[in-house]
Structure formats: structure tokens, C-alpha cells
């Protein structure tokens, strides 16, 4: 194979890049729990806009990029997420928001999105707020204690506990303990179900 075909073989494909970059797009603003309006906003980017880069109506600029990644707080490259040729390895990029930080463990654009998050010790200091967006969430502690508030529901698991909800209830995290705490978390659209469920204490598995 001649050398010129064979770099353009192993170049990457932009039109690819762009393509996936508007779900990440909307996976970061769903992360931050942000709307458009709040988005558009905190960037002076209009709603419109907004949503036709996430929905892949629109190629990104400089001009979107940058305001973007300064909110979402992550590296122009990382928020392009460009890929690594012939590298099948993810190299996670912590990501540091609210005292938390976020270290990405999925390169695909869309569908479930997997993390593994640290929550440091006393956060947040306060009674946390609800929220709620877009969304389902599975979760499962590797070590320490999680408070998850879920609707009407305070509950806390521990290291090898696993729980599952639709983001619309309104939800919140906290560690009241010692320790930081480290889970998993799968996050994916409405819709998509894990099929696992947090058992409360007692009850037998």
C-alpha cells in the first residue's frame, strides 16, 4: 500500500469527531444539571444554538467551544474528546466540579455514559439540593458511605451497595463520613434500565 494512502487510512475521521460531539455535549450539561436556558445564560450562547450543536444540527467553533469548556470546566481537548488512533484504551481526565471530581470511563457518544466519581469527606457541608433532569442512573459504592436523598427517601450505602433511579425523582448526593467515597456510576436516556436495585437494610438478597 502506498504511504500516502495508508496515513490518510490511519488519520482520524472528522466528520466522525464532530459528529459525537454533540452528545457530549449534552451528557456535560446533563452532568452539570444545567438547562439550556441556564446554559445559554452562564455562556451567552442562545438556547437555539445550544441545541442544534447538541442535536449535531450545527458544527462547533471556537467561538461555541470555548465558553463551553470554560463552564463545563475541561480542556478544549477533552471537550472534543478527539480519539486516540489504534489506542483502544480510555485515558480518563479527572474532571473537578462542586468539590467532587469525575474521571470519564466511556469514550462513546450518547446511550449509557460510565464514571467513577469521588466524593470528599463532609460534602457538601450543608443539607444538599434536590435536583432533577433528564436521565437514569445506576450507581454502585466501591468504598465509604453515600447518603442518597431520592424523592421522599434518605438512604445510605455502603461499599458494594448498588441503587438505580430515574432522574426525574429529585435526587441528591452527600458524604457525611470521615472518608472520601468512591462509586461507579452509569448514567444513560430515559428509558435505558440496569435491572438492579438497592435492597434496604434487612432484606434479605
Not at 438556547?47 to 467551544?65: A, F, K, N
Not at 474532571?95 to 467532587?100: D, E, K, N, P
Not at 457518544?109 to 435536583?131: F, S, T
Request: charged share 20%; with cysteine.
Amino acid at each position: 500500500m502506498p504511504d500516502d494512502v495508508s496515513a490518510s487510512a490511519d488519520a482520524p475521521d472528522l466528520d466522525g469527531v464532530l459528529r459525537t460531539i454533540g452528545p457530549r455535549l449534552r451528557a456535560l450539561r446533563q452532568q452539570l444539571g444545567a438547562t439550556l436556558p441556564q446554559l445559554s445564560a452562564l455562556t451567552r450562547i442562545s438556547v437555539s444554538t445550544l441545541s442544534r450543536l447538541e442535536s449535531g444540527q450545527r458544527r462547533p467553533s471556537l467561538e461555541h467551544l470555548l465558553p463551553l469548556s470554560r463552564v463545563y470546566q475541561v480542556p478544549l481537548d477533552a471537550l472534543v474528546n478527539a480519539p486516540v488512533v489504534g489506542d483502544p484504551r480510555v485515558h480518563p481526565r479527572p474532571i473537578t466540579r462542586s468539590g467532587m471530581t469525575f474521571y470519564p470511563l466511556s469514550r462513546r457518544p450518547g446511550g449509557l455514559q460510565a464514571y467513577k466519581q469521588i466524593i470528599p469527606a463532609r460534602w457538601p457541608g450543608c443539607e444538599p439540593k434536590l435536583q432533577v433532569h433528564e436521565g437514569y442512573e445506576w450507581l454502585y459504592v466501591l468504598s465509604g458511605r453515600l447518603r442518597l436523598l431520592l424523592g421522599e427517601h434518605d438512604i445510605e450505602l455502603v461499599a458494594g451497595e448498588v441503587a438505580e433511579f430515574d432522574t426525574h425523582v429529585p435526587h441528591a448526593f452527600a458524604n457525611t463520613g470521615e472518608k472520601p467515597v468512591e462509586l461507579l456510576s452509569l448514567f444513560g436516556p430515559q428509558g435505558e434500565r440496569l435491572h438492579v436495585r438497592a435492597r434496604p437494610a434487612g432484606v434479605p438478597r
